[in-house]
């Protein structure tokens, strides 16, 4: 099925030059708000005053499912959710929980490093398409924490749950009590405390906080993130993957972001709803990652020692990503297919 969507009297240069870029993709694109609810033909006109442009969204190319590095189960196990039909948040969470799981990954989940003290706290949060979010930080001994952030979304009055709060509430849900803290993990960490020096790892193993987008059968989008935060960060410490707007955000009428890498400095920019913000003022996703990058090392003499990298899906499936330092990858399921995608970078030099 092919959506159609008209828009009148658009006099901003910046969204004819992003319909010029979506044509020239054979990829039509709806930006707006509301801009993409084939039912609300008069809102869309109110909100995009000075258009006089046609765009299309061809809804045979979904589903699609993207997330950051090489996680290739937990991608593929997206894909095939979203192919039977599953929606995109369920799809989300089934296919990060791959990870969460995944012991051998010191980034997400069971398994993850521990923090300075030697304790595994998880930060994840989600979003769905109706804009709704959930939340957890700081979490311990509980493994599937994006699960738990749907819960907190679902059956709280809240968006966020922090600590000893969010780790009872799950128990309440039926969350089992684990021990996140692997043989492996506490190897590494007692090596790590002989000369604790407390520097990030650019492309840290190649497999990092795991973010993800899935576009579902209906062109919903919506998304999870989940990670066990810096490898021996300070007690206390959160950074961006929880919370909505920096390590993930989503609108489902435009489409959603998500980062990894350095988390102090997506909060500083607020990067994933940046992306969103420039997506919906006429930006590509490629242009939008690449332009949220561009307000970090702008700002930021200190970028060649650290990474960060977005990914980002529009409403039409397109997608884009960019980082700072070369190496960041990631996963895209479409038409069956799940392959990794090497991503340009900003430090060429
Ligand atoms: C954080 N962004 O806690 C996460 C971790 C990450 O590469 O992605 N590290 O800052």
């Known amino acids: 099925m092919v959506w159609l969507y008209e828009f009148e009297k658009d006099s901003s240069m910046k969204r004819r030059q992003f319909i010029k870029n979506a044509s020239l993709t054979g990829v039509g694109l709806a930006v707006g708000s509301s801009a993409l609810n084939c039912e609300n033909q008069t809102n869309e006109k109110s909100l995009d005053e000075n258009t006089n442009t046609v765009m299309t969204i061809d809804k045979n190319k979904f589903p699609k499912a993207i997330c950051t590095w090489g996680f290739v189960k937990a991608n593929a196990?997206?894909?095939?959710?979203?192919?039977?039909?599953i929606k995109a948040l369920d799809a989300a969470i089934a296919g990060v929980a791959v990870?969460?799981?995944?012991?051998?990954?010191t980034t997400v989940g069971k398994g993850g490093a521990p923090d300075r003290e030697g304790n595994v706290t998880l930060d994840a949060c989600v979003m769905d398409s109706n804009g709704d979010c959930g939340s957890v930080l700081y979490v311990e001994n509980i493994t599937n924490v994006a699960a738990l952030a749907k819960q907190v979304m679902e059956d709280t009055p809240h968006v966020i749950l922090a600590g000893d709060g969010a780790e009872e509430f799950a128990y309440s849900q039926g969350f089992k009590k684990e021990k996140l803290l692997t043989d492996a993990s506490k190897l590494a960490w007692k090596e790590w405390k002989k000369s604790p020096e407390y520097k990030p790892i650019i492309n840290i193993?190649?497999?990092?906080?795991?973010?993800?987008?899935?576009l579902d059968k209906d062109g919903d989008i919506a998304g999870a993130c989940t990670t066990s935060g810096l490898s021996y960060k300070m007690k206390g410490r959160v950074g961006d993957s929880p919370i909505i707007g920096s390590?993930?955000?989503i609108d489902n009428e435009i489409g959603g972001a998500v980062a990894t890498g350095m988390g102090e400095e997506v909060l500083k920019t607020v990067g994933s709803f940046l992306i969103v913000e420039l997506m919906r003022n006429g930006m590509n996703p490629q242009q939008a990652c690449e332009e949220a990058i561009r307000r970090i090392v702008s700002k930021n003499n200190r970028y060649k020692d650290f990474q960060i990298a977005y990914i980002a899906m529009n409403k039409a499936g397109e997608i884009g990503s960019y980082c700072i330092h070369e190496g960041f990858t990631y996963m895209l399921y479409e038409d069956g297919k799940n392959e990794n995608v090497k991503v340009d970078f900003f430090d060429k030099a």
Do not use: P, R, V
Request: with cysteine.
């Open 205 to 214: 193993e190649n497999h990092d906080t795991i973010g993800m987008l899935c």
């Open 99 to 105: 990870e969460e799981e995944n012991i051998k990954n």
């Open 247 to 249: 390590g993930l955000f």
């Open 77 to 85: 196990k997206a894909g095939e959710e979203l192919t039977k039909g």
